[in-house]
């Protein structure tokens, strides 16, 4: 059974630190990993999809990478901004889309 | 990328009522979902919504208290059925081509 594990569970930087957050799942065997953003309330924002036959994708600030054979994942965020503060989830998604979501990493960024 | 349209986005109801929540998506999908988000905790899926056929639901998950609607490629009911507080939840459509897109979820509390 695939499991989903995001390190760490709350984080909280001053603004334009770069940080990296984890995702690490037990069964390589993913179709593809999908990062996403979430605000309280509110409902997910994609960020970021990369294929299983791919090792990283970048948007912006954002540079996510995949390691298959480790089962691993990191998001990195340049130049954190207080507009950043969210939950971001990390989900694989299996060949029949299915998605199985971490925990979530809820980030503060402070002026 | 899709577009997804959920509603109602918010309600209140009375246990023991149902609640009917709509998801419309702007283009032809293969694959919708239906995600349920506990207070505090990340998203489960609830079940598969197949066009033109019976839901496939997850383990935890009944057709009695969750039925499903899949008319058309474009267009999902999830009902949320002899409600309790218990239900009280965020619930999510998503559809998924290849890159999972969310509606913006129906924040449900039962009283």
């Known amino acids: 059974k695939q499991e989903v594990t995001q390190i760490p569970a709350a984080l909280s930087v001053p603004e334009g630190e770069n940080l990296v957050l984890n995702c690490s799942f037990t069964?390589?065997?993913?179709?593809?990993l999908q990062w996403f953003r979430q605000d309280p309330g509110k409902g997910l924002t994609s960020l970021l999809l990369?294929?299983?036959?791919?090792r990283e994708q970048t948007s912006g600030r954002l540079n996510a990478s995949l390691d298959k054979s480790s089962g691993r994942s990191t998001l990195y965020i340049a130049a954190s901004q207080p507009g950043d503060s969210a939950t971001y989830l990390c989900?694989?998604?299996?060949?029949?889309?299915?998605?199985?979501f971490g925990q979530g990493t809820t980030l503060q960024v402070k002026p | 990328s899709a577009v997804i349209s959920q509603k109602p986005s918010r309600d209140i109801c009375q246990r023991g009522t149902s609640l009917t929540i709509q998801c419309q998506v702007d283009s032809q999908v293969t694959m919708m979902f239906w995600y349920r988000q506990q207070p505090g905790q990340s998203l489960t899926l609830i079940a598969t919504?197949?066009?033109?056929?019976?839901?496939?639901?997850e383990s935890g998950f009944v057709i009695d208290k969750f039925p499903i609607s899949r008319p058309n490629l474009t267009f999902s009911t999830l009902t949320v059925s002899n409600m309790s507080p218990e239900d009280s939840s965020i619930y999510l459509c998503?559809?998924?081509?290849?890159?999972?897109?969310f509606g913006q979820g129906t924040r449900l509390t039962v009283v």
């Open positions: 989900a694989v998604i299996s060949n029949t889309g299915k998605l199985i």
């Open positions: 990369i294929q299983s036959s791919q």
């Open positions: 069964d390589s065997a993913i179709y593809n």
């Open positions: 919504a197949n066009q033109g056929s019976e839901a496939t639901y």
């Open positions: 998503s559809a998924s081509p290849d890159e999972a897109f």
